[in-house]
């Protein structure tokens, strides 16, 4: 009996079964412990997602001004919500210097529902070697150099922030609410 | 006779793989036409809300984490509006701007419960808006007497000594 088309048949089989937990394998993500947590490894290009949706394409994937994610080759679009710095920092600025191009990430894909995406690695197709998505900071205090001069992280110092704190309070809702708040609370 | 039916069963295996790869989990959905829609909710952080980093999903919402969200917006985590219905709008873009730069009007906007005029977009499970309007704003949810302040560290102690007026 010639057993090599059902040979083929079951290593193809495998193969294609198990492509999806092969690529879970390959992941150096670091776990965060986060909701519905799954390491994950993407392969696609950077893009726009307004641009993806709407045909509205500004250059270079709006500069940083929109939220970017990754088009795989099966069309799935995956936004990219976060970077891996713990500093309340999206992924955009670890994503934009490759906008346009195909790219592997590695991170965790996240929540139970609304599923998001954390990218912790970045490299482009072809290479061997990974980036850590950990630019915000820089790309921060690039753009707000002044606000960099300061001590402290990025934000406790950006005056987009302390502007708002300082007119509406911690809690947003006045500063006599803050003062209310912590004497019951503290 | 023999080997045509091998090979119908190798056929077979191949198809049943292929079946199993193209289950719903692994199929991707074409982007839908948009939807016109004026939705109401809270402009929230998308991030603290579906991860549980913060804890609970509703301790991250209103005036407990009303800091945080504005922290977590000027770093480019997507805005989102979580309307009455429990669904989460990503917002891509505020009245013309992308919400990824950290504008200052959309800052200002942060934990507020705004109805919303815009269109929604259906793309691989999440439900993506733009907004080009804001039609009303009814401001701050009052949640930091159930939750207190998340995180905990929001408010830094020379501050807290300052507002409560021991230094």
Redesign the interface.
């Known amino acids: ?3 090599k ?2 040979a ?3 290593v ?3 193969g ?2 198990f ?2 937990v092969a690529q879970a394998e390959e992941s150096k993500a670091k776990s ?1 412990n ?2 519905g947590e799954q390491k994950t490894v993407l392969s696609g290009k950077v893009v726009d ?2 641009c ?3 045909g509205d394409c500004p250059a270079n994937c ?1 500069d ?5 994610g990754i088009l ?1 080759a ?6 990219a ?2 970077n891996g710095q713990a ?7 670890d994503l934009l210097p490759y906008c346009g191009k195909q790219v592997d990430v590695d991170g965790l894909m ?7 995406y ?1 990218v912790q690695f970045i490299r482009e197709s072809g290479q061997t070697d990974w980036a850590k998505a950990n630019t ?1 900071s820089k790309a ?1 205090a690039a753009k707000f150099p002044d606000d960099a001069k300061k001590k402290g992280p ?3 110092k ?1 005056s ?2 302390t ?3 300082e007119r509406d309070g ?4 006045g ?1 006599q ?3 209310e ?3 019951w ?2 | 006779m ?2 045509l039916s ?2 119908a ?6 198809t ?3 079946g ?2 193209l289950q719903p989990w ?1 199929r ?1 959905e ?2 839908t036409p ?1 939807k016109r829609v004026s939705v109401t909710g809270e402009i929230m952080d ?2 603290c809300y ?4 913060m804890g609970a999903a509703e301790a991250t919402l209103g ?2 984490h ?3 969200a ?3 917006a ?5 805005v989102g509006l979580l309307g009455d219905d429990g669904q ?1 709008y ?1 917002v ?2 505020l009245e013309g ?8 009007s959309f ?2 906007l ?3 419960t705004v109805k919303a005029e815009g269109e929604v ?1 259906e ?4 439900t ?1 808006l ?1 907004v080009e309007k804001i039609l009303t704003n009814e401001g ?1 949810a ?1 949640t ?2 159930d939750y ?2 998340i995180p905990p560290f ?3 102690k020379a ?2 000594a300052r ?2 007026g021991a230094e």
């Open positions: 009996m010639d057993i088309p059902i083929t048949g079951v193809l089989a495998i294609l079964m492509g999806g965060w986060l909701a997602i307004l993806e949706l709407t709006g940083g001004s929109r939220q970017l795989e099966n069309n799935r679009l995956t936004l919500a976060k500093n309340f920092a999206g992924a955009v600025a996240l929540g139970e529902t609304t599923r998001l954390q915000f921060w990025w934000f406790r950006d987009r922030v502007a708002l704190i911690w809690l947003g809702l500063h609410a803050d003062k708040f912590l004497e609370w503290e | 023999k080997r091998i090979s069963a190798a056929v077979a295996v191949f049943l793989a292929l199993l790869v692994n991707t074409a982007s948009s998308t991030w579906v991860s549980g980093v005036s407990a009303h800091t945080c504005i922290w977590c000027a770093g480019g985590i997507p989460v990503m891509l873009q701007k992308g919400t990824a730069g950290g504008d200052p800052l200002d942060q934990s507020e977009y793309r691989d499970g999440l993506y733009v701050i009052a930091h007497e207190g302040l929001a408010i830094p501050e807290k507002i409560q």
